[in-house]
DNA sequence: TTGTTAGTGTGTCATTTGACACAATTGTTG
DNA sequence: CAACAATTGTGTCAAATGACACACTAACAA
């Protein structure tokens, strides 16, 4: 089973038609380690779903330092949203840190899907509602949870990200130097 | 001018009559402070449009402490997403600071108007990614920024959130102590 | 093999922070 | 006005953190 299918089978009620109609226009591709999705400097055309793999979502802060901006483990979908959907020149890039297998949705064929009908048009912002919503709860969960916390559930939830990033991009994820979290690592060396 | 017009004049380009059709769905209501727009334990059935007015969105955090989610200062929208959009019971609660305007728009002619015309579906679509977008680039913001940095600039930009939101919100808001907010004000007090 | 580079592990130290205790101030109610 | 509650201001101290310096390791190219 494709796991773009699979993924809307199981957020969304839709009929096989609908389904097989949207999931058309998406394009599956296979993309080694190290691929580019979207880069600063350029403008993001395209939503991208990952089936499967990680992705580092990073850009630069005034001192030209990388910072860590999400760390994305599929299945999700990954896109800069004002890029896509303002067409302004995109700030942050993006990066596979594994082999992915993705889908990927054309800004143009977006276009039509959305201003054609009014279902797609609310399915789309559902979907831009629920990345909301999530973003919303991960905040709340944050300012209770010290690094050490946040960090031993990321072990625990995305182990795939913890394996392939490096501890610097965890670092900057959590808010931490790599020292401190260096630290946590050792004092957990048993979990 | 109405302050839920003139919002929607600046942000979106709308033809007079639209505007007019959209504006009639809100109701408008002053209200004084320490109202309460929604609560923990009930569904939120209504996006609040706030014409003037702070408000202060908390929920509780497992030790049973007030935590500051939000400090909303108007023109702004607020609601609980998650409660509004899939009726689930709501966590946070929001209460009005100070006396308010407030547009109220009710859950069932915000589903008429999205669910009858693409523009409208597509309006929506707008502007909560709109909000999505405001809150990733304040995450950015954040992730650069000391607490002193950022409280400097709460500020120079929501002077009436400073003045009308207690010490304790503030520094719950910036996820710090009384404390350190503390100093930091003391360290500033020529600012 | 050697050299080079990127990433990781480690120790030291000055600073900052949160927690706690309590004083001072403000606001509210009878 | 007095009494009380809520909020804000303050000092002390142990613990956590970031910054810095440098050793160690792994991966890779020449």
Known sequence: ??????????????????????VDHFEKVSVPKGTVLFEQGAIVDA???V?????????YNEEGQKVTLDLHEGPCFCTNL???SERKICQDSCVALTDCTLYIL???????LVNT??????????????????MLNQLKAV?????????????????????????AMIASYLGTSRETLHRIRRRNILV
């Open 1 to 22: 089973m494709d796991a773009l299918q699979l993924f809307f089978e199981e957020s969304h009620q839709l009929s096989q038609r609908d389904l097989g109609y949207l």
């Open 47 to 49: 939503v991208y779903f």
């Open 51 to 59: 089936g499967e793999g990680v992705l580092h979502h990073y850009n």
């Open 82 to 84: 004002e890029s896509f």
């Open 106 to 112: 054309q800004k143009a064929k977006y276009d039509t």
């Open 117 to 134: 009908n009014v279902k797609w048009s609310n399915f789309a912002k559902d979907i831009i509602a629920k990345t909301l919503m999530k």
């Open 143 to 167: 300012s209770n949870k010290s690094i050490e916390q946040r960090y031993l559930e990321l072990l625990k939830n995305n182990p795939l990200i913890v394996q392939n990033a490096s501890i």
